[in-house]
């Protein structure tokens, strides 16, 4: 019997990584100590599902592979790989990556869902943080292709490469990160935007839908084919990114953004609320979830069309 993928953690996170898992053809042992663990896990499976099949299925791929245990120790046993998944509290992970390196073998990394913590501060208790690395993905972890590898100063070089090696093996674009980045690669650049947004919604610059409109008829459209950076060299025509920082860069001092984030005030937290609850308009969380993964599949099928590669599962 093959070796399993024990998913730590049923929340959407960790039930997202476990229905990639399950996509890819492995075995997955998923273990929370919520009592409703195993019907929120496979709910979230089950969720997903449709998407997996549209992207494409590994020929052994199985629902019915997963299996939820009863205990840390028991989903650790034999494990091929661990994905922690746990809720953001810097204690809680602490004792938990230390658990879960005393429960399994020598050869398995451990990697953490974290969002946020730099692995040397999470790798503290732990016997061993050879094997800890940070395995930071996008929500949905089984459609966002993202994954953010990097290790914590007590970390074994070799494992951060197997761990990055095993996400690409299963279809993740990785970036393997060379040092800790507080907040990492990704969310700076979102935290960013998202900072940006609830200062205008403060300030009553614009509205939550307008907001959402800039990005999704406006730059966001151009992201996924060029990002940030290759945006802004055609901006500067055939001069290129020489040119727009030399016509544009002046602009850069121009008192237009915020990065320090606003108070959240209960005003600004109910018209975040009201505002999205409006665009919304009526759809549930089931409803916006499939409109998203359809949306997204489309997306990625198009922009790898016209770049003539394949889409990656």
């Known amino acids: 019997m093959s070796r399993p993928i024990a998913c730590i953690g049923a929340g959407v996170i960790g039930g997202g990584w476990s229905a990639l898992f399950l996509a890819r053809g492995f075995d997955v042992v998923a273990w929370d100590p919520a009592p409703d663990a195993a019907s929120r896990v496979r709910r979230t499976v089950d969720a997903a599902w449709p998407a997996l099949t549209e992207l494409g299925l590994d020929d052994a791929a199985d629902r019915s592979r997963l299996r939820v245990a009863d205990s840390l120790t028991e989903a650790c046993r034999d494990a091929l790989f661990v994905q922690e998944s746990a809720p953001e509290d810097l204690e809680l992970k602490r004792g938990l990556l230390a658990d879960l390196v005393a429960s399994t073998e020598e050869d ?13 501060e999470m790798a503290t208790a732990a016997g061993d943080p050879s094997r ?8 949905p972890p089984y459609l966002i292709p993202l994954v953010e590898v990097v290790g914590g100063p007590g970390t074994d070089p070799a494992c951060v490469a197997r761990a990055a090696a095993f996400y690409r093996g299963i279809g993740k674009a990785v970036i393997e990160m060379e040092r800790e980045l507080p907040g990492f690669v990704a969310n700076r650049l979102q935290e960013a935007l998202w900072r940006e947004a ?19 008829q406006g730059p966001g459209l151009r992201w996924p084919v060029h990002g940030p950076c290759l945006t802004f060299h055609l901006a500067g025509g055939e001069g290129g990114m020489a040119h727009m920082l030399d016509h544009f860069g002046p602009s850069l001092r121009a008192p237009w953004t915020h990065l320090e984030a606003p108070e959240l005030t209960g005003a600004l937290r109910d018209a975040m609320v009201e505002g999205t609850a409006a665009e919304a308009d009526g759809r549930d969380y089931a409803a916006l979830v499939a409109e998203r993964d359809r949306a997204v599949i489309a997306i990625r099928r198009a922009v790898e069309q016209a770049r003539g590669t394949p889409v990656r599962p």
């Open 132 to 139: 800890l690395v940070v395995g930071h993905p996008f929500n």
């Open 108 to 120: 398995v990394v451990v990697a953490s869902s974290t969002s946020g913590f730099p692995m040397g």
């Open 198 to 216: 609830l200062h205008m919604v403060a300030n009553g610059d614009a509205t939550v839908d307008q907001i959402d409109a800039a990005i999704t």
